[in-house]
């Protein structure tokens, strides 16, 4: 079983940044994706991020320049640097991670950027 494990949330002033931390553990082995959605309180789940096992990256528009996800293979974790917070970005942000055509889902951290 996989299990992913999000830590790195909190809160944070308008123009500060954040760093959040996903580790996943079990039963990985081979090509795996991974990256993060965040779901805004009242709102849809909204795709933020993602890195390929090869180190392929893919935005948001509304975080380019802003947000950097980078992962370690070695320690299979992936992080989100988040710079230039807004207050818009507040959300409960969620790392996934895509194995062999599985989706699994971390519990999710909660990020608050005050203004």
């Known amino acids: 079983q996989v299990q992913l494990v999000e830590s790195g949330g909190g809160l944070v002033q308008s123009g500060g940044s954040l760093r959040l931390s996903c580790a996943a553990s079990?039963?990985?082995?081979?090509?795996?994706?991974m990256g993060w959605y965040r779901r805004p309180a009242g709102k849809e789940r909204e795709f933020v991020a993602q890195i390929t096992s090869g180190g392929s990256t893919t935005y948001a528009d509304s975080v380019k320049g802003r947000f950097t996800i980078s992962r370690d293979n070695a320690k299979n974790t992936v992080y989100l640097q988040m710079n230039s917070l807004k207050p818009e970005d507040t959300a409960v942000y969620f790392c996934?991670?895509?194995?062999?055509?599985?989706?699994?889902w971390g519990q999710g951290t909660q990020v608050t950027v005050s203004t």
């Open positions: 079990g039963s990985i082995f081979g090509i795996f994706t």
């Open positions: 996934y991670l895509i194995h062999y055509g599985v989706t699994r």
